[in-house]
């Protein structure tokens, strides 16, 4: 069966430092990854997506994701925070077969210090 | 400009009561989802389509239809509303196939009483 497990329910960090939001996905197909961020009161944006392209991602607001097949990970990361970035980061794996079901994670609140 | 439209954006109900969540998109997506978003559970899927007269169940449909009868419109409709049901309901479309993300409305807030 199709999971996603974010590893951490909140994540702080200083602005100007690294952000790393852990994801692990099982699939018993060649998966699609996404990453989603919302902010407060607000609906998902696509941050970035892994579709068997390069493994290496670059999404917008400067996020990028590394898949990395042998340890069924898709974390996110950033090198330098920014207040802005302060928001909840879904991780989503697509389920291949047939339907092409999405499955969320239950999400990472992100909380960026000044 | 080009997206998804949720109406209303905030509702209350007594409970019981039917209501209908009406979800609009203008990017010529054959697929559709709706969602709810509940604290520490991520998304679920309630119902989904795969184009013009076609719907079928997510993980969680009790209590919800939906219908497609064109690409743009698919609302979701509330049969009687529990207080369970209380959540932040989300549409989005996309493009048929695994490598295109969701466009995702800016979601209704409802709550039942």
């Known amino acids: 069966a199709q999971s996603v497990t974010q590893l951490d329910s909140h994540v702080s960090v200083s602005e100007g430092t690294p952000v790393l939001l852990r994801c692990n996905y099982s699939?018993?197909?060649?998966?699609?990854l996404f990453w989603y961020v919302q902010h407060p009161n607000k609906g998902l944006q696509l941050l970035l997506k892994?579709?068997?392209?390069?493994?290496l991602v670059k999404g917008i607001n400067g996020f990028e994701a590394e898949f990395k097949k042998s340890e069924t990970s898709f974390h996110l990361t950033k090198p330098s925070a920014h207040m802005s970035d302060a928001a909840e980061y879904f991780c989503?794996?697509?389920?291949?077969?047939?339907?092409?079901?999405?499955?969320f994670g239950t999400g990472t609140r992100l909380k960026v210090l000044a | 400009n080009a997206g998804v439209t949720q109406t209303p954006k905030f509702q209350v109900l007594k409970t019981g009561q039917s209501m209908t969540l009406q979800c609009a998109q203008d990017?010529?997506?054959?697929?559709m989802s709706w969602y709810r978003q509940d604290p520490g559970m991520g998304l679920r899927l309630i119902h989904y389509?795969?184009?013009?007269?076609?719907?079928d169940q997510g993980e969680v449909p009790n209590g919800y239809n939906v219908s497609r009868s064109t690409t743009e419109d698919f609302p979701l409709r509330l049969l009687s509303a529990a207080p369970s049901q209380t959540s932040v309901y989300f549409c989005?479309?996309?493009?048929?196939?695994?490598?295109?993300?969701?466009?995702f409305g800016s979601g209704t807030r409802l709550t039942v009483v």
């Open positions: 989503v794996v697509s389920v291949t077969s047939g339907t092409y079901k999405y499955i």
């Open positions: 389509s795969v184009g013009a007269g076609i719907t």
């Open positions: 990017m010529n997506h054959e697929y």
């Open positions: 892994y579709t068997s392209a390069a493994t």
């Open positions: 699939s018993s197909y060649s998966p699609s």
């Open positions: 989005a479309s996309r493009p048929t196939g695994t490598n295109y993300g969701y466009t």
